[in-house]
């Protein structure tokens, strides 16, 4: 069974850092995108950084602050959040474009809550 394990939430006050880490596990014959995704209370989810074979791409609002990186064996992503703001609170979402034996497709972790203070 494959899943996504996040990691790395809390409770930080503005201008502080944090690291998001989630982890890929399961059959999985190859790992392709992987991103970062949050949810603001009320809201859509939205973008907020992928990394693949192209490169990374962030969204405006987290350029120069946030980081996405990928680990050998390629199956962990980190978000390393620097210079923290309250209206980067929310549910962080792991996914990841995975290749199984069966097909390929995009899997969804379960959140971990990000909490800036002001």
């Known amino acids: 069974q494959v899943q996504l394990v996040e990691s790395g939430g809390g409770l930080m006050q503005a201008g502080g850092s944090l690291r998001l880490s989630c982890v890929a596990s399961?059959?999985?014959?190859?790992?392709?995108?992987m991103g970062w995704y949050r949810q603001a209370p009320g809201k859509q989810r939205e973008l907020v950084a992928t990394?693949?074979?192209?490169?990374?791409e962030y969204a405006d609002s987290v350029k120069g602050r946030f980081t996405i990186s990928r680990t050998r064996p390629w199956n962990t992503v980190y978000l390393q959040m620097n210079s923290l703001k309250p209206e980067d609170t929310g549910v962080y979402y792991c996914?990841?474009?995975?290749?199984?034996?069966?097909?390929?497709?995009?899997?969804w972790g379960r959140g971990t809550q990000v909490t800036v203070s002001s």
């Open positions: 990394i693949g074979s192209g490169g990374s």
């Open positions: 996914n990841a474009v995975l290749s199984t034996a069966l097909n390929d497709r995009l899997y």
């Open positions: 399961g059959s999985i014959s190859r790992i392709n995108v």
